[in-house]
């Protein structure tokens, strides 16, 4: 088999791109904005400059400015894991025995071992520039703190993590590393916020979860003088950062001639999803090239595909900003055989929208199907994946099955957003074969949904 196209596709260094895109300005129906949850208005710059650094401040808010330049720091902190390669699935193609043609953008070449570190290091660099002490956060199965203590490590920041304790316990490498690029690692709901404390004398034994840890690092944020505080997911401004993944895919298929038909990403909070699709998609909006987009979540935590599209808390404190959503209720906790990852119970309200508005499509999966397609992907393709990025591999996998039935030769591009050496535990679970699939009930989610805020309709 001769291929013209080569197995990896790298942009050089001058090449990476030199501002980021945002896919707000070419939305002709905007995501609705965050709202006070005190006042029920639109939360204004002053209200959030407190919690959030001043110029995320701007990018979160600023739905008109296309491209916002990447400030050469932060590109050359890029430069030192980036640009990423684009590769040519061929191995799977020939397992698969599929026409399709399937690409996938690898975001996990560096110590966190995800994309996440793309934000990281803006929202550090601006906490930095802003001559802030420190940052809080929060992390859940540990990618997010990782790449957050790397970025604050090399720009000379204090990195205080609260990490849900189910994950402090189970995964203590994560843990560690977090500690040897010098952050402070408390495990969540903890004794050291109010709302730590309040939640540990409802819920005693409890362990955890990600909207409570985001509701304990605001709290220290707001309380700490010199600290803001910084998410991973969600928010417009990751989107924004994330958009360089997709810039960079969008550059590397320019110079090899070729177009995706179909764009696939695994959905947490959407920003892996938001980057990547961001240049794509803003051709859509913009008319000038048509693509399919696929977001791809868990079965046990399926905000798309039946949650409500709706203003809630991003956090289960209640003490965040609103957002409009699609969500299950900041109630909801995904089942605790559930360890796949994408557990949040939201979803970026970009991403929300586009999806309210017919622009792309959504799909859940189930884990042990999830584990069979990382699996398949590890043993011809040689990267061991993060179960969240084997959501999109999975959906790759069915779609360039159909393929093989219609003939259809389709251009796939995938994002694999991750590696999974930190979750091995989930994957002894399904190599001994007692991983398993829980499913919320209508029950379950009509509880955690009729539990939502109710706020006027904008
Ligand atoms: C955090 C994470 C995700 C999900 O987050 P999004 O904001 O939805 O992108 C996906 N894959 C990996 C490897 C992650 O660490």
Redesign the pocket.
Known sequence: MKNDIPYKTYLTEDELPTAWYNLRADMKQKPAPLLNPGTGRALTAEELTPIFCEELVRQELDDETAFFPIPAEIRDFYKMYRPSPLVRAYCLEKILDTPAKIYYKFE?NNTS????LNSAIAQAYYAKAQGLRGVTTETG?G??GTALSMACAYLGLDCRVFMVKVSFEQKPFRREVMRTYGASVTPSPSTETEVGRRILAEHPGTGGSLGCAISEAVEAAAKNPGYRYVL???LNQ?LLHQSVIGLEAKAAFDKLGVKPDLIIG????????GGLIAPFMGEKLRGEADYRFLAVEPASCPSFTRGVFAYDFCDTGMICPLAKMYTLGSSFIPSPNHAG??RFHGMSPVLSQLYHDGLMEARAVKQTEVFEAAELFARCEGILP?P??SHAIRAAIDEANLCRETGEETTILFGL??TGYFDLTAYQQFNDGRMSDRIPSDEDLAKSIAALPRVPEC
């Open positions: 996990g071992g995800s994309h996440k199965a990618q997010w991973g997911s969600v990751v695994c959905a947490g909070g959407g920003s892996n999803l990852g994408l993060a969240e990025s957003t991750g």
